[in-house]
């Protein structure tokens, strides 16, 4: 449609796009209306200790339930609410309720960690408004959970721009006793330096390096290097993206000591995933 079009006729979308844009209109609507609706909800994914099988902390996932979409997955969503504005509240809700939960978890005794994601424009945009030390200290005096229990997964491209002030933001984030954590390792454009000048506390393997572990030599000496690597740097490594156990057994033979993966779990509602802690922690005895 948006052919031979005449002088001064102009048609920017064709028909797709068009409906593209519109879906993408609907959705904005729509999305700024889900957290007064409640529509929002977190799923927990067990991170697991690799040679005993305990779990030592749970990931926060956001899913939004929605009248009209169903379920709708972060991928299809977070971009948007980078783009609005929205990641604000709506990361602020997710801090408090992942720490909320925690929070109930560490009262029942069973005090293990929660990993929250933190977007590169979300980090940005909050620090913009020097808001981000502010809702984590908000939020972890509200909940009373121990900021020991809190570790906030950012992505290396948070570590790439505005240097000085993301590193005063990280080691003010640092000193509340919050632990840091690097999302995706591996996949970003980031220069290695930075894993000495951050706080940082765990690298968290990308699951593309996972998937074909045990058939690709690549991906083996790449995820040997990175465990090698942050063995000697005394940071924690998680690998991502744990499917079957023959990754496991590999991953088991490095210094690679946690693990996180629908081999495990698949990430599931806070129901659920008490349930998974309680066996968890039954297992240990
Ligand atoms: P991520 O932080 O890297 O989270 C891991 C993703 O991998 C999750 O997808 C999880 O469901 C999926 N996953 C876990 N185990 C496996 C596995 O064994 N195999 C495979 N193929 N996938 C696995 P999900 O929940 O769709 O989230 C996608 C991304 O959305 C997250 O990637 C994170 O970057 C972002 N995200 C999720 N929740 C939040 C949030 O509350 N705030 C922000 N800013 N981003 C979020
Ligand atoms: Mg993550
Ligand atoms: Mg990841
Ligand atoms: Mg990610």
Redesign the pocket.
Known sequence: HAKKLGKNNYQFFTPEMNSAAQHYLKLEHHLRQALELGELVLHY?PQVKIDNGCIIGM????RWHNHAMGIV???QF?GLAEETGL?VPI?AW?LRTACKQARAWQLAGMPIRIA????GR?FHRFQDQRQLLDVVLDVLKETELSPELLEL?ITESILMHKLDTTLDTLNQIKQLGVRISV??FGTGYSSLSYLKRFPLDTLKID?SFVKDICTDANDRAIVSAISAMAGQLKLELVA????DQSQLDFLGGQQCNYG????FS??VPAEQASALLRQSLLGRQ
């Open positions: 994914q990931e926060a996932l956001i997955m972060p991928d977070i990641i990361g997710v929250v994601n933190l977007s979300q997964e999302d995706d699951k991502e993206g744990v499917e996180q993966g629908y081999f698949k990430p």
